[in-house]
T-cell receptor, first 114, second 111 residues
Framework: SQTIHQWPATLVQPVGSPLSLECTVE??????LYWYRQAAGRGLQLLFY??????ISSEVPQNLSASRPQDRQFILSSKKLLLSDSGFYLC?????????????FGPGTRLLVL | KQEVTQIPAALSVPEGENLVLNCSFT??????LQWFRQDPGKGLTSLLL???SQREQTSGRLNASLDKSSGRSTLYIAASQPGDSATYLC??????????WGAGTKLIIKP
């Protein structure tokens, strides 16, 4: 069966510090991978998605970046965090970018920037 | 631009009641609509996925309907239980193959 992991579960970082959140998927190959941010009381916002190693599409301009160094690894990074980067970050995967497939979500990382 | 709205934002009902959660979307050009469940501080779990050509999907005590022309979907929960307490999120797959999300309905089932 497939599983998706995210770490850390919780992170408190000062403004201006770097960030690295990691997401890994097990039990499948060549998944589509997604990073979302969920702010309190708002819907999920798609930040990045990837259809393959080294292929990253950005949905919103911001100080975050994503990388996919391996097939089942997706990393969300920042060189300098802003207060507005606080939120709940969710990684997800899907088999193909088709209309019949759902996305499967990781447990999330709660980031608090102080 | 596709927008998804969920009303109410929060709902509290006694155990055993049947209830309906609502989701509306502004652009009927969608491929599918999904309902997800999110427990506090956790990831999301897919509950039901309705293709644009379908009218409803059922799973256990859950029934989701889709009226694409009017831009509406409902999630019906029968015989609610305290374990159903969670936030329920609706999302549509738009014409650009992007998931557009509602803000969710926080459901509390009182024992």
């Amino acid at each position: 069966s497939q599983t998706i992991h995210q770490w850390p579960a919780t992170l408190v970082q000062p403004v201006g510090s770097p960030l690295s959140l990691e997401c890994t998927v097990e039990g499948t190959s060549n998944p589509n991978l997604y990073w979302y941010r969920q702010a309190a009381g708002r819907g999920l916002q798609l930040l990045f998605y990837s259809v393959g190693i080294g292929q990253i599409s950005s949905e919103v301009p911001q100080n975050l970046s994503a990388s996919r160094p391996q097939d089942r690894q997706f990393i969300l990074s920042s060189k300098k965090l802003l207060l507005s980067d606080s939120g709940f970050y969710l990684c997800a995967w899907s088999r193909v970018a088709g209309v019949q497939e759902t996305q499967y979500f990781g447990p999330g990382t709660r980031l608090l920037v102080l | 631009k596709q927008e998804v709205t969920q009303i109410p934002a929060a709902l509290s009902v006694p155990e055993g009641e049947n209830l309906v959660l609502n989701c509306s979307f502004t652009d009927s050009a969608i491929y599918n609509l999904q309902w997800f469940r999110q427990d506090p501080g956790k990831g999301l779990t897919s509950l039901l996925l309705i293709q644009s050509s379908q009218r409803e999907q059922t799973s256990g005590r859950l029934n989701a309907s889709l009226d694409k022309s009017s831009g509406r979907s409902t999630l019906y929960i029968a015989a609610s239980q305290p374990g159903d307490s969670a936030t329920y999120l609706c999302a549509v797959l738009d014409s650009n193959y992007q998931l557009i999300w509602g803000a969710g309905t926080k459901l509390i089932i009182k024992p």
